[in-house]
C-alpha cells in the first residue's frame, strides 16, 4: 500500500514522458479514455495542447490534457475565454483512493496560475460513465444541460467549472 501524499500535476516532460506509458486503466474504462501511448502521441501532435502528468511525489498516477480552445472539446464557445479538459485518468492501480478528487483540485489551482486570462474549464464525460460525472461534479463542475455528440462512444455530457 502506497502511502498518499499530496497529489499535484505537471506538464508532461521528458522526465515524465516513459514513465506515463506505464499507466494503465481499467478494461471497462477503454471506451471512455483510450491508451496512454496514443493519448501523448495525439498531445504532441495538437498544437495548443498540453499534456499534464498527475503525480503522487515523482511517480506518475495519472494523466490528462488541457486544450488552450475549449471549442476543441465542446464544439462551441463560452464568451470567455476557457480551456478544455480530456482524457483525465487515474492509473487503475491508485483508484478507488481519491486520488481523482485531489489531481482535479490541484488542476483547478494549478490552471488557475498558469492560465491566469481563462475563466472556464470544460469537458465533456459519456453519459452512462456515472462514476466519472459523480468525480467531476465532486471537483465543482456543473452539468451545463447540453450533450456533445462528437464523442466516439455516444452522447456526452457537457460540464463546467469556473477557474476564477
Not at 459523480?134 to 463542475?141: M, N
Request: hydrophobic share 45%.
Amino acid at each position: 500500500m502506497h502511502k498518499l501524499q499530496p497529489i499535484r500535476v505537471a506538464p508532461v516532460d521528458a522526465a515524465v514522458h516513459q514513465a506515463l506509458l506505464g499507466l494503465r486503466i481499467r478494461p471497462q474504462q477503454r471506451g471512455y479514455v483510450g491508451a496512454i501511448a496514443d493519448l501523448l502521441a495525439d498531445a504532441a501532435s495538437c498544437p495548443g495542447c498540453e499534456p499534464v502528468a498527475i503525480l503522487h511525489g515523482d511517480t506518475p498516477v495519472g494523466y490528462c490534457r488541457i486544450d488552450a480552445n475549449a471549442r476543441s472539446v465542446a464544439g462551441c464557445d463560452f464568451g470567455v475565454p476557457a480551456l478544455g479538459l480530456r482524457a483525465f485518468f487515474i492509473d487503475a492501480a491508485w483508484q478507488g483512493r481519491g486520488v481523482g478528487t485531489q489531481a482535479l483540485a490541484a488542476l483547478i489551482v494549478d490552471l488557475a496560475k498558469r492560465y491566469r486570462h481563462a475563466r472556464l474549464l470544460v469537458l465533456t464525460v459519456d453519459s452512462g460513465n456515472h462514476s466519472a460525472l459523480r468525480l467531476y461534479q465532486r471537483a465543482g463542475f456543473v452539468d451545463s444541460g447540453a450533450l456533445y455528440h462528437g464523442g466516439r462512444s455516444g452522447p456526452q455530457r457537457l460540464l463546467r467549472r469556473d477557474l476564477l
